[in-house]
């Protein structure tokens, strides 16, 4: 086994120097990304990081950066969306005799945090397997369990489809957008010609996909990018990643050719189900994105395959389209069948293994399900299991992919397949 999966922020480099993006306007960034906007009356947060136990704890030293450029007290923070490397750090940049801020966001972020109070196993697992690399959820990663409340400071003034306010002699329009989450919000200050994206950019090819997250709206992620670029900002300040200082040209360039990429696989997805809607996984292998050597468009945590089948989760049903998977037999009793017409799971983990020498990964990774299936205590299957279910990890280049696969090898060596 790997002694360590491959973790976002070291992998995806979400971690930036500060930088003073324009007057009175900076930029922190520690896995996630916070901009303060001084003012008359104060400051002006756009998110404020993350602040999840001992391990993922960045919010306090992204505050003590901003108090390195102003001692102003935060008059309103701006929640852009729910997920926990975004909304939990607000305390920390409170001054200590300050009256309480005011927090915006979108009104669908109420029905997130009862979502997640609701479901905070599965979030645990699917966060242990997508960050972690691991089956294992551990109090490194989750101790005090922030991550999957209601933030200590919650909003408490929402919008539906948007709002403009005034705070000191500066303007923030904020946006309402569907993308990687239904109550997705962006900002714009004129004054200041910045834009701040929130997720709707994140330096490298939008996260439209994940395969064990809720239904993201790569569509209207493409609508809510051209609309920024409307603006015609000369900053841009992303969720993640490096921000865009005094680039209008950069900045056209990385909205309208990430609005290129998300349009291009929605309308090559759509007419291939248009097309008889074959199944699920021919659609999947068909649909090409645009060619681009655009770093902001590197696969390097979500990839083009994964929003494929998000756009066919959105415009379809949840069947497959194979006649089997309509009913399906349980899984352990199709692999004992399988494998035995084969001669038994160790021939076909075996065969999984002699797979690998021409590098069919996919193949050998449907073989070798297949014989843990069949005989998950095996100690020749298990090896074989955790042998190509590593050389699957090291072989893919999204963090999603990557850390997926060495879950499985994970669940592997435990004697129990991916389930």
Request: net charge negative.
């Amino acid at each position: 086994m790997k002694d360590e999966a491959k973790k976002s922020h070291e992998m995806l480099g979400w971690s930036n120097d500060p930088v003073e993006v324009t007057d009175g306007t900076y930029f922190m960034s520690n896995i996630s990304n916070v901009i303060a906007f001084e003012t008359n009356d104060g400051l002006v947060l756009i998110d404020s990081g993350m602040s999840s136990g001992s391990r993922f704890n960045p919010a306090p030293d992204m505050a003590s950066t901003l108090r390195e450029f102003t001692d102003k007290p935060v008059h309103t923070a701006i929640y852009t969306h729910g997920h926990i490397d975004h909304i939990h750090g607000l305390k920390h940049f409170l001054k200590e005799d300050q009256s309480q801020p005011r927090v915006i966001a979108h009104e669908n972020i109420l029905d997130r945090f009862k979502r997640y109070e609701r479901t905070v196993g599965l979030k645990e697992a699917c966060s242990a397997r997508q960050i972690g690399g691991t089956n294992e959820v551990t109090e490194e990663v989750f101790d005090e369990q922030t991550s999957y409340r209601t933030p200590d400071i919650p909003p408490d003034t929402l919008h539906e489809e948007g709002i403009s306010i005034g705070v000191g002699e500066a303007t923030f329009q904020i946006y309402h957008a569907r993308g990687e989450t239904n109550e997705h919000s962006w900002v714009y200050c004129p004054e200041r010609e910045v834009i701040c994206s929130s997720d709707l950019i994140i330096n490298q090819a939008p996260n439209a996909g994940n395969p064990q997250k809720v239904q993201r709206y790569p569509k209207e992620w493409a609508m809510a990018l051209k609309e920024m670029a409307a603006k015609d900002p000369r900053h841009l300040c992303p969720g993640h990643g490096s921000v865009f200082v005094d680039s209008p040209n950069e900045i056209q360039n990385v909205l309208l050719e990430t609005a290129k990429y998300l349009d291009s696989i929605v309308e090559q997805t759509i007419d291939l189900l248009n097309d008889g809607a074959p199944p699920h996984v021919d659609i999947v292998q068909q649909v090409e994105p645009p060619e681009t050597d655009a770093p902001w468009l590197e696969e390097k945590y979500d990839e083009a395959e994964f929003i494929v089948r998000n756009v066919i989760r959105m415009y379809s049903g949840w069947w497959s389209g194979r006649p089997s998977e309509l009913k399906p037999s349980a899984r352990d009793e199709l692999a004992t069948e399988i494998t035995s017409l084969a001669g038994g799971p160790v021939e076909v983990a075996e065969r999984a293994l002699s797979l690998l020498d021409n590098e069919e990964f996919r193949l050998a990774t449907h073989l070798v399900d297949y014989a843990l299936e069949a005989a998950p205590e095996n100690d020749r299957v298990q090896s074989a299991a955790i042998t190509i279910y590593e050389a699957r990890a090291d072989f893919e280049d999204s963090l999603m992919a990557t850390n997926l696969f060495l879950s499985a090898a994970d669940y592997a060596a435990d004697g129990r397949a991916f389930h």
